[in-house]
């Protein structure tokens, strides 16, 4: 009786190192993408936390990740899994600081984006350590 329950503890031991372990390769494997993106992209970036998308709906949890800036695009590329923004500066239609979006008051100001593709409007907020400062950039000509 004793083996019997040795082994059943064997296995349910074997099978949560297992699970740990994928999840632990799952993270990585996204970490390692994201850094790799950041990479590609350059220009100035800084932590940030996706607040919500307008088109993504009411529902949405927030998700850290790094916001990029260059002379061609603004991107928030998430940490982990998640919805990664990226916009055209061309696209940008507005760039301002607020403190709602879709219904929620946040206690910090945030970063709101506004844009327009392919006929389609869309914003997000995201908050950063600075939003005045980014509006600025974003505000003046790239390159600039």
């Known amino acids: 009786m004793l083996e019997l329950v040795l082994t059943?503890?064997?296995?349910v031991l074997v099978l949560v190192?297992?699970?740990?372990?994928l999840g632990a390769w799952?993270?990585?494997r996204a970490t390692r993408g994201a850094r790799r993106?950041?990479?590609?992209?350059?220009?100035?970036?800084?932590?940030?936390?996706?607040?919500?998308?307008?088109?993504?709906?009411?529902?949405?949890?927030?998700?850290?990740g790094t916001l990029v800036r260059t002379d061609e695009v603004v991107?928030?590329?998430?940490?982990t899994n998640g919805p990664e923004v990226q916009v055209a500066?061309?696209?940008?239609?507005?760039?301002?600081v607020t403190s709602t979006f879709l219904g929620?008051?946040?206690a910090e100001p945030a970063l709101l984006l506004t844009w327009e593709e392919n006929?389609?409007?869309?914003?997000?907020a995201m908050r950063v350590e600075d939003p005045q400062s980014w509006v600025t950039a974003l505000t003046t000509a790239p390159g600039s």
Not at 119 to 124: E, M, P, R, S
């Open 37 to 64: 993106h950041l990479r590609e992209l350059g220009g100035h970036r800084e932590v940030a936390v996706l607040l919500g998308r307008a088109s993504a709906g009411r529902d949405q949890k927030p998700a850290v």
């Open 89 to 96: 500066r061309e696209s940008l239609t507005g760039a301002s």
């Open 26 to 28: 799952r993270f990585l």
């Open 119 to 124: 006929g389609l409007g869309d914003a997000a």
């Open 8 to 11: 059943v503890l064997a296995a």
């Open 17 to 21: 190192l297992a699970v740990v372990a």
């Open 104 to 106: 929620r008051t946040f």
């Open 75 to 79: 991107a928030l590329v998430p940490a």
